[in-house]
């Protein structure tokens, strides 16, 4: 009970100091928090918009929530979703004669395979024992992103798109539908099935017991028999293709398409979320749902209030040591 | 109580011994001393005023220097640098020519030669000793406290460093070594005080002292005869449930690798391993758990070759293990006593694959090892770290029990326990050897080991140092063992 007082209090200092900054920047700091707010939670559009950026932002909380059951820190979301989507655009644009109800799986298999094979690269790495994953997750994130480049700005450039560095139109078969009139997707099924598998793996099956034991203790863990390494590379695996099946409905849903801007850092924000909600299920979807405010009032703070977009990142970066304070000094898979 | 009412008397111009088993209390005694721990009651002092000593900083102001079994030296600087950096009064301005004169002419004056501008990690353990040594000189200490200095040496850096005490006794300091091998004691000390229990056994000058005498006061005079009777496993022919052969494992860094050790359990036969600890018991364990791979040499484990199996395998052929250190090395603690319960045996309880556990079943089993032990713990649905340390040996011995094991591993199973449950738990090894069950014992406590055992086998520096049933060996003869006074022979089977 203290811990979530104290939570929220850090939690409103975050706020605060935001708002100290907003000042500093001759804004009125009241007013562009109601906006933020009303514009999200006060229409329907802006809560449909809310929707749309919870579906990403979950799926990268789980990405970073799985491995850090057993003390792994997957900073590599934002990489892995970029991955996936390269995948998943590949399919979608050489199988594009497909139907969809052989199409739109297939693409969703290959962003879970792309993301989760990027991820194995430091699950690997650290299996091994030779690199830290926390250095190679974050660092692998660089590369994908120039990786999505290269296709973009080459072999996959679209020559109808006036140079435009994007790749062909998504064919309707590839595309994941969405509601009338909002941008609210069926991609919403994937994170709603990862959240009610990932508890349940967690607290009802043999592997959710091994997991809390070598998160729990490592040295028992591996006396009693459990395969710490197999665990490990399999985790990041898990998260990885959970950020990558991310990727492929950004490109699916929204975009339509495989652009080089492809994300505003939802890799990132779901390693947030994560953290802050402890990895718990229910905080998670409590978390995404701030943080989607908080991602779709940055697009107001642009337009209303004349700043740059990426303002709201420093109110995401106070979040985060609202986070670090909390989970402060906790050990790690030796 | 790790000290009970210690005198102890340290004169200038001394070499002091330090003698006793593991858990006698000679390193808490001598952290008292440096400023480490604080007595409850007793006083200091220094010649003939009494003196407060609150924190190692109040002993250096006193020239009280002590020498850790870990080196607090930092790698990453030169010999000078880390001395420097020890010195009471560090000028803002570092002379470092001035320094390292002063370091050369100290360190040829005690015959403790180490190049003073050679970063640390280059150098060998010997080396950062004499590094240790230095320092302590030239921050003045006037008493210095060495604690088993010569754990990691070879033997000639022993004598080196016997040399350097006899240098540090002319010249009027006084030295303590802690130790538990008699020949050093007797090669080195001018005094030798011995602990036992938290408590002086024995103050002695070195020309009284002898082998035999030094033993009784470590050992205690509590077993003049051998007080188990023959094993009635004397059956032979018997498959082995466990057999090394020849094996060796990697020395790396401080720890013990294992030297040729061959030995086998036969079933109803319980084992007891001897030693001090830190001389390959939990390498002996590792290896056999399969968590340490055999540098050379076979396991063979119910007649198939082991050596290559992965733990997994090995724990769920039938081994148990009763862990030295159950937080550190067996539980879970923010798992429930149930849920590490099924951790111990996960194919027993998984359903569907995996998918789920089946938590009657554990329960079933853990309340059924539970009363046969004749246990009771709290709560079977609290977490594992909220238990007593005696609350979670009984779980752990409850625990492995229920998957009736055909060998056990035991490290010092019955410490931590009130009496009677550690006659409950020598009970439990000695029904599992009537059923067929082969035991090895790991214990600190002979007593224990005499009376449990049918076999001995005396460990030292990772090496049998030797083998013999309780009946031909007496309690002195593994004491010598155990500190390496009879070197590798030693009556065998």
Sequence with gaps: MTSSIRFFGLLGLAFLVFAVLLLAFGKNPLKAYVDIFSSTLGSTYGFSEILVKMIPLTLTAVAVAVPSRIWLINVGG????????????????????????????????????????????????????WVSETISTLLLNYVAILLVNFFVFGPWKDLESANYPQTAEFVNAATLPSFAGTRVHAGFV??????????????????????????????????????????????????????????????????????PSLSPGYGFIGFLISWMAGGNPLGIVAAAFLLAIVTAGGDILQMAHGLPGSAVNILNALILFVVLSRQGGKGGVK | MANDHVDLEINSGEVHALLGENGAGKSTLMKILYGFYRADSGEIRLKGQPVQIRSPHDAKRLRIGMVFQDFTLIPAMTVAENISLFLPSLPVVLNKGGMIGQIEEISKRFDLQVDPSAPVWQLSV?????????????????????????????????????????????????????THKLKEVLACADRITVMRRGQVSGTLNASEATEE????????????????????????NLQPLLELKQVSTPVEGQTTGLKEINFTILPGEIVGVAGVS?????????????????????????GQDATHWSVARIRSSGVAFIPEDPLGMAVVAGLTVKENMALSNIRRYARQGGVSMDWELVEDDIEQSLALLGFEIPSLDKPAGALSGGNLQRMI????MARNPKLILAFYPTRGLDVQSAIAARELFRRSRSKGAGVLLISEDLEELFVLSDRLVVLFRGRIAGT??????????????????????????
């Design chain 2, 397 to 400: 011995l409850a625990q492995e």
């Design chain 2, 213 to 236: 005498g030094l033993v009784s006061l470590m050992f205690g005079k509590r077993f003049s005869e051998s007080p188990r009777g023959p094993g009635e496993s004397s059956q032979k």
């Design chain 1, 190 to 259: 994937f994170p709603l099935a990862v959240l009610i598998l990932f508890y349940f793996v967690l607290s009802r099956t043999r592997w959710g017991l091994e997991m809390r034991a070598i998160g729990g203790n490592p040295e028992a863990a591996r006396r009693s028999g459990i395969p710490i390494n197999g665990y490990i590379t399999l985790l990041i695996f898990i998260g990885g293709g959970l950020a990558g099946l991310a990727g492929m409905i950004e490109v699916s849903a929204i975009q339509g398409r495989l652009r």
């Design chain 2, 126 to 178: 010997g080396e950062k000793q004499k590094a240790e040594v230095l320092k302590l000189l030239l921050a003045d200490a006037q008493i210095l406290i060495l604690d088993e200095p010569t754990r990691s040496l070879a033997p000639h850096e022993v004598e080196g460093l016997f040399r350097v005490f006899a240098q540090l006794r002319r010249d009027g300091y006084a030295v303590v070594f802690i």
């Design chain 1, 78 to 129: 934002e990489g892995q979703l970029y991955i996936g989507a390269l995948f998943a655009t590949w399919g979608a644009l050489t199988l594009s004669t497909l139907p969809a109800w052989i199409l739109l799986p297939f693409i969703s298999v290959l962003g879970v395979l792309g993301g989760g094979l990027w991820g194995s690269i430091s699950g690997i790495l650290r299996a091994k024992g």
């Design chain 2, 468 to 493: 013999g049933t309780p009946h031909d060996l007496s309690i002195n003869d593994v004491g010598y063992l155990m500190t390496g006074s009879k070197g590798e022979h030693g009556p065998n089977k």
């Design chain 2, 278 to 302: 830190g001389n390959g018991q939990k390498e002996l364990g590792d290896v056999i758990l399969g968590l340490q791979k055999c540098d050379t040499g076979a396991k063979y484990l119910w």
